[in-house]
């Protein structure tokens, strides 16, 4: 079957520093990641869409230049959090679909910013 | 504007009560819809979607939902709910390119 995964699971950053998570699809071609964020308000906020052979795009609000992503492959992306602050804390959710298939999604990356 | 509503942010119940979570979305082109769950403190938990055919989609623990074109919905139904089910419930639309949540509906069991 298909599957998500992301590592770290829960991870604890100084202020200022920065972390990086990664999704790794298992099962199927990932050929667009989504990465969102769960804020303690518990909505989710799309951070970015990586479909293969094209650009990034950044939804609003988040930037190439504070979530770097990285999607090489069909089966693995990463996204880093540089300079995390309090702000930056909550569940990041990596979502991966094959084409215009069903989106699957791994079990989050918590991140706590001391 | 593509959108999903989940006009109930909380619904308390007692357990053995029969329950419907609401969702409506707005969406021009086709899209699958579906409904994750979320207990505290964790990732989200798939249940169950709709792309095409039979209305009525049966999910994991009793969980149903049933697509209406006419009303743009997609409820989430359970007909005798169980403490364990408390949770936030989100609704989802996947479209071409994109994905929307809804801001998600806290259910309370009263056991």
């Known amino acids: 079957g298909a599957l998500v995964y992301q590592y770290p699971r829960r991870t604890i950053c100084k202020s200022g520093t920065s972390m990086r998570m990664e999704c790794q699809a298992v099962?199927?071609?990932?050929?667009?990641v989504a990465w969102y964020r769960q804020s303690p308000q518990k909505t989710f906020e799309l951070i970015a869409l990586s479909t293969v052979n094209s650009a990034i795009k950044y939804e609003q609000n988040f930037t190439q230049e504070k979530f770097p992503i990285s999607h090489p492959n069909l089966s693995f992306s990463s996204m880093t959090v540089l300079n995390a602050y309090l702000e930056d804390r909550g569940l990041y959710l990596c979502g991966a679909r094959e084409g215009f298939g069903e989106q699957y999604f791994g079990p989050g990356t918590r991140l706590t910013v001391l | 504007t593509q959108t999903v509503s989940q006009s109930d942010a909380h619904v308390t119940v007692f357990e053995g009560d029969s329950v419907e979570l609401r969702c409506n979305y707005s969406y021009g082109g086709s899209i699958y819809l579906s409904w994750y769950i979320q207990h505290h403190g964790r990732g989200l938990q798939f249940l169950l979607k709709?792309?095409?055919?039979?209305?009525v989609v049966q999910g994991v623990n009793g969980f149903e939902a049933e697509f209406s074109k006419s009303d743009s919905s997609f409820h989430l139904r359970k007909a005798s709910v169980h403490w364990s089910d408390s949770a936030v419930y989100f609704c989802a639309a996947t479209g071409y390119q994109n994905f929307y949540f809804g801001k998600g509906t806290s259910l309370t069991v009263i056991p």
């Open positions: 709709y792309y095409s055919g039979n209305p």
């Open positions: 099962g199927f071609q990932a050929t667009s």
